[in-house]
């Protein structure tokens, strides 16, 4: 496609966009497709024949605070599409940007900023589902979006020690000042954040938002809208005060007793995916081979330590992996650096890609995001390295 002047333009009713048919095939694969979950069953099956334990100690390996975040964001997230926010918010974007390439420059911009204020994943709860919507409004390619925005939130809840849970605890360790912590990450999220907008300048082009014929749209709801913003307050202060099961009962005994359609949108398949990769990853952390290379491998400091974390994060995600390389690895800048770029490249990289995916509700999703999450980690990593090595 080339560059045009951002005129608009209505869809013919036989159109038949790449994007059209993902955003349909979604609405009838509404959990986007449990490859993956399948993929996971088999290697706990695996580990369980080869490594057996107690069954209760299978449920120890599991992050429960985290999945049950999860699930209550998710709640949260379908009383909001429920309420019929999204499609009038969508509309309204549409009426005011043009083209492909502000829009998703929109969009990516804004899942950096918010990623970097409410953690990652809070800002792909908000954004996802919004450009979802969108992609059923006009011909947009919904693939392409969501994945540069799981790249953006990456990158940019980098710079801040509460955008995301790996650097909440390396900062905790650091001893640094907040802003000490965010100068210490500030070049290699500008490096990552570069990086981001030349992907959206090269892989969007700006061309003209073509609108599909108008759909009735649902009517906004303004009591459920309301219920959910007053639960995702109460949720997340919740959260904070570590009142997890609380919160949870607040959030699904509402919906349950109210809107009980909405829990039937929840995906479950999601919360099984994260649960099962917690049991997966940590026996593979905790396999005989991984303790004695983390003993042996010269990865203390320097680049060594850089890349270790970056290679970790593609096997194990990059929260287990700070974790796991916290003791072997002296350098904490290089650390921190390494398991954030980390989180690019392989899906199981960072749960936000996950996260991403499964909100959009993409069939073949895998197979765009590797497209361009493993040359981004590459060009990443190599600038960071640079830079480091500078």
């Given at each position: 496609m080339t560059d045009s002047s951002p005129a608009r333009a209505n869809a013919p009713a036989t159109s038949t966009a790449p994007s059209h048919s993902a955003s349909s095939a979604a609405d009838e694969a509404p959990g986007g497709g449990n490859g993956l979950l399948w993929v996971l069953v088999a290697v706990a099956v695996l580990f369980a024949v080869l490594r057996p334990r107690a069954p209760m100690d299978y449920l120890r390996l599991v992050d429960w605070q985290t999945v049950g975040a999860l699930?209550?964001?998710?709640?949260?997230?379908?009383?909001?599409?429920?309420?019929?926010?999204?499609?009038?918010?969508?509309?309204?974007?549409?009426?005011?940007?043009t083209d492909l390439r502000s829009?998703?420059?929109?969009?990516?911009?804004?899942?950096?900023?918010?990623?970097?204020?409410?953690?990652?994943?809070v800002s792909l709860f908000l954004l996802v589902p919004l450009t979802r919507v969108l992609a059923t409004q006009a011909d947009l390619s919904l693939a392409r979006l969501v994945v540069l925005q799981a790249l953006a939130v990456n990158a940019g809840s980098a710079l801040t020690p509460?955008?995301?849970?790996?650097?909440?605890?390396?900062?905790?360790?650091?001893?640094?000042?907040?802003?000490?912590f965010m100068g210490m990450m500030a070049p290699t999220v500008a490096?990552?954040?570069?990086?981001?907008?030349?992907?959206?300048?090269?892989?969007?082009?700006?061309?003209?938002?073509?609108l599909r014929p108008a759909t009735e749209a649902p009517a906004v709801q303004p009591r459920l809208l309301t219920l959910a913003g007053v639960l995702f307050v109460a949720f997340v202060v919740a959260l904070e005060r570590h009142w997890l099961v609380a919160g949870l009962a607040l959030v699904f005994g509402a919906f349950l007793v109210f809107y009980p359609r909405v829990l039937k949108g929840v995906d479950w398949a999601l919360l099984a995916i994260i649960a099962l990769m917690f049991v997966d990853l940590r026996q593979l952390a905790e396999l005989p081979a991984v303790a004695h290379l983390l003993q042996h491998a010269p990865i203390a400091e320097g680049w060594r330590a850089y890349l270790a974390a970056i290679v970790a994060s593609q096997f194990i995600s990059n929260v287990p992996a700070a974790i796991l390389l916290d003791g072997p690895v002296r350098d904490l800048p290089a650390l921190a650096a390494g398991v954030s770029v980390g989180g690019?490249?392989?899906?199981?990289?960072?749960?936000?890609?996950?996260?991403?995916?499964?909100?959009?509700?993409?069939p073949h999703g895998l197979r765009e995001f590797h497209k361009i999450s493993?040359?981004?980690?590459?060009?990443?990593?190599l600038s960071a390295l640079w830079l480091r090595m500078g």
């Open positions: 699930a209550g964001l998710l709640a949260i997230t379908q009383g909001v599409e429920k309420s019929g926010m999204l499609q009038a918010t969508a509309q309204r974007l549409l009426g005011r940007v829009l998703a420059m929109l969009l990516t911009a804004g899942a950096a900023v918010l990623s970097a204020l409410v953690t990652n994943d509460i955008g995301n849970p790996q650097n909440l605890y390396l900062w905790h360790r650091s001893g640094e000042s907040f802003v000490g490096i990552m954040l570069f990086w981001l907008f030349v992907a959206v300048w090269v892989l969007v082009p700006r061309t003209a938002i073509t690019f490249g392989c899906v199981l990289g960072s749960l936000a890609n996950l996260i991403a995916l499964r909100l959009a509700r993409l493993i040359p981004f980690l590459i060009v990443c990593a």
